[in-house]
């Protein structure tokens, strides 16, 4: 019913700067919270950043904050995460969240398929 497409990843040196997109389609209603989320090289897929429906709330994982911003366009469904400064340690696979009204009227919490950030020393 619903797809999240993220680009955006790929290799940069530390210290560097990348722009993840995640573009929503499907049978969408509205979307309330957007979200990055991350998974570090043998770890837990962890948080990163949130902003709500109209974006007037946002919050950071502390490591990223003053060095990720999360901003999106709700007339294209879309999230963006502009990471700068980046560091080794940022290296993983970045997901997208999003909490979608469907236009069948249920809410449903999707998962886009990830993408890959590589950041070398």
């Known amino acids: 019913q619903v797809q999240l497409v993220e680009s955006g990843g790929g290799l940069v040196q530390a210290g560097g700067s990348l722009r993840l997109s995640c573009v929503a389609s499907g049978s969408i209603a509205s979307i309330n919270a957007m979200a990055w989320y991350r998974q570090l090289a043998g770890k837990q897929r962890e948080f990163v950043a949130d902003?709500?429906?109209?974006?007037?709330?946002?919050k950071y994982e502390d490591s990223v904050k003053g060095r990720f911003t999360i901003s999106r366009d709700n007339a294209k469904n879309t999230v963006y995460l502009q990471m700068n400064s980046l560091k080794p340690e940022d290296t993983g696979v970045y997901y997208c969240?999003?909490?979608?009204?469907?236009?069948?009227?249920?809410?449903?919490?999707?998962w886009g398929q990830g993408t890959q950030v590589t950041v070398s020393s």
């Open positions: 969240n999003a909490e979608i009204l469907l236009t069948s009227r249920s809410t449903v919490r999707y």
């Open positions: 902003i709500t429906g109209v974006g007037g709330s946002i």
